[in-house]
């Protein structure tokens, strides 16, 4: 019989340290407007020398396991979504289960960048909607601040550090996660790339030399891949549901630059106080940013027992992926929608009216240097108020 997968425990974790702006602009050739008017950035946290992401991760999801009152022997499966793991081999998920004191249960990790707390979600729904599994731990974590190069002042401003977790379980009240939209690019891989050390290009003394063990980023194409994929993801994901976006209480959107999170909320309709914002404390997380954002959102009393959730990402790959989380019992829900293709040429309204939005943002890219102090100014006055 399917179940439906709901969330019922959150946690996260941040490091302690703090790297403001006018830190880095002591360690690069850079500047807090710079940072500021082109992200939306003002701080991230970086893990000390001896965290890791399976210490942090453990950290965020005893936090969600004790919301969950659960116990991590109750757990059935552990899915951790990083870039950033500690080793190659083992599995940081395998450590983690370890260090949780949990069952033998199954424990895998799962890399598809930024996207990756979201496609966790996606897989544990299905192990949860298929009665297989009751209790799901998902954790995105990320110490990627061990795989930026300090050196390179294009991509070390924009990362930070940290964990977050949440717990699924099995119920028969509907609810909770009501659909997806996974999706990948591979032809566009290499617009954020480590590279080297992989079986590719193993370690050697060249690789040091060249810095390729590294992140590199071509920062403009992610951008542009941003703006055009995280409206239509979300719009699929909220059609896939059997909701419509003005029943969306919160978007929860990948936190990696102020600009881009602007754009999808403008593309996708919504007020200001339907977007969850946190970048400028923590710079982009990968894996952990929606994790950590929700956990935040929660915190903030921004979430709400009945509330419509959109979780929407994008990352390495590159991939995209969202989520319509509901957070309490919704009586006419019409049934489960597991993750499904949306038809073409079905299009409301609203959605014409989102694809018209992004169309014309597309359209305007090429000018948007010319554009950027109109999105960023505003976007961050607004925040400052
Ligand atoms: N400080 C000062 N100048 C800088 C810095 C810096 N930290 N970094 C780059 N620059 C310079 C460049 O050298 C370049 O100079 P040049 O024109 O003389 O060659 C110039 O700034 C580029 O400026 P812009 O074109 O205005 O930069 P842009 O508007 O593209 O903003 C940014 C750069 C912020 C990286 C943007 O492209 C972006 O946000 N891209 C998406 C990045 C992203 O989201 N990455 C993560 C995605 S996936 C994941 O989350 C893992």
Redesign the pocket.
């Known amino acids: 019989m399917t179940k439906y997968s709901r969330i019922i425990g959150w946690g996260k974790y941040a490091p302690e340290q703090i790297l403001t702006n006018q830190d880095l602009e002591k360690m690069?050739?850079?500047?807090d407007e710079?940072?500021l008017t082109?992200?939306g950035i003002r701080e991230r946290r970086i893990a000390a020398p001896e965290e890791t992401t399976a210490t942090m991760s453990v950290q965020a999801a005893r936090a969600a396991l004790d919301k969950a009152q659960l116990r991590p022997t109750d757990l059935d499966l552990i899915i951790v979504a990083t870039s950033s793991p500690d080793h190659f081999l083992p599995a940081v998920s395998s450590t983690i289960q370890d260090m949780l004191g949990a069952k033998e249960v199954g424990a895998f990790t799962l890399t598809a960048?930024?996207t990756g707390f979201v496609y966790g979600l996606a897989t544990a729904h299905q192990f949860i909607a298929s009665g297989t599994y009751e209790n799901v731990l998902v954790i995105g974590a990320e110490l990627i601040s061990r795989f930026v190069d300090w050196e390179d002042?294009?991509t070390c401003?924009?990362f930070g550090d940290g964990a977050g977790a949440v717990v699924l379980t099995a119920s028969e009240m509907p609810g909770g996660v009501l659909s997806f939209v996974l999706g990948s690019d591979g032809s566009l891989g290499d617009a954020?790339i480590v590279p080297s050390i992989g079986c590719k290009e193993p370690i050697s003394q060249k690789v040091l030399d060249e810095r390729t063990h590294y992140i590199r980023?071509d920062?403009?194409r992610?951008?542009k891949f941003?703006i055009r994929i995280m409206s239509k993801a979300a719009v699929e994901a909220v059609k896939a549901s059997g909701l419509s976006l003005s029943d969306i209480d919160l978007l929860i959107p990948?936190q990696?630059?102020l600009?881009?999170i602007e754009l999808t909320r403008r593309h996708l309709g919504l007020p200001e106080d339907k977007v969850f914002i946190n970048v400028d404390r923590y710079g982009?997380t990968?894996a952990a940013s929606i994790p950590i954002a929700f956990c935040e959102a929660i915190e903030e009393g921004r979430v709400n027992e009945g509330d419509n959730l959109v979780m929407v990402g994008?990352?390495?790959g590159l991939t995209w992926a969202a989520t319509v989380v509901h957070m309490g019992v919704l009586e006419t829900l019409p049934r489960l929608v597991a993750w499904r293709f949306v038809p073409v040429g079905s299009l409301s309204l609203e959605e014409m009216k989102v694809i018209a939005r992004a169309t014309m943002d597309s359209l305007v890219f090429k000018a948007s240097?010319l554009l950027?102090p109109l999105y960023t100014k505003t976007g961050l006055r607004r925040r400052r108020k």
Not at 28 to 31: A, E, I, L, R
């Open positions: 690069v050739d850079t500047s710079w940072i082109r992200t960048g930024c002042r294009s401003v924009l954020l980023m920062g403009r992610v951008l941003a990948h990696a630059n600009r881009i982009n990968s994008f990352g390495g240097a950027l």
